[in-house]
Nanobody, 127 residues
Framework: QVQLVESGGGLVQAGGSLRLSCAAS????????MGWFRQPPGKEREFVAA????????YYADSVKGRFAISRDNIKNTVSLSMNSLNPEDTAVYYC????????????????????WGQGTQVTVSS
């Protein structure tokens, strides 16, 4: 399995931006579909964004569509989440997730489909 480490979280004012990164270990990162999830205080973990192995296909939760962008670099073994126009409802612990996938343009959007998870990074948006 791939090992994942997130970074880039922090405290930001409403309307601000942050960029999260997830570094993956191993030589087969390009074989994994990737996703970002978040867990707001006192709530269930929820889907945020997904990207296929190739990076061609992406998918977003309605709540972040148009504000967040997921991308990946299969040379550097990283996946990123650029977050703009942040609001207090975006406050959560953000997790990177990976799933081995045989198809290059497939993505996944439920937490049960991912087998590898990072430790999470806190994002706090103040009003």
């Amino acid at each position: 399995q791939v090992q994942l480490v997130e970074s880039g979280g922090g405290l930001v004012q409403a309307g601000g931006s942050l960029r999260l990164s997830c570094a993956a270990s191993g030589r087969t990162f390009s074989m994994y579909a990737m996703g970002w999830f978040r867990q707001p205080p006192g709530k269930e973990r929820e889907f945020v964004a997904a990207i296929s192995r190739s990076g061609v296909s992406t998918y977003y939760a309605d709540s972040v569509k148009g504000r967040f962008a997921i991308s990946r670099d299969n040379i550097k073994n990283t996946v990123s989440l650029s977050m703009n126009s942040l609001n207090p409802e975006d406050t959560a612990v953000y997790y990177c997730a990976a799933r081995y996938c045989a198809w290059s343009d497939m993505y996944y959007d439920t937490k049960e489909e991912f087998g590898s998870w990072g430790q999470g990074t806190q994002v706090t948006v103040s009003s």
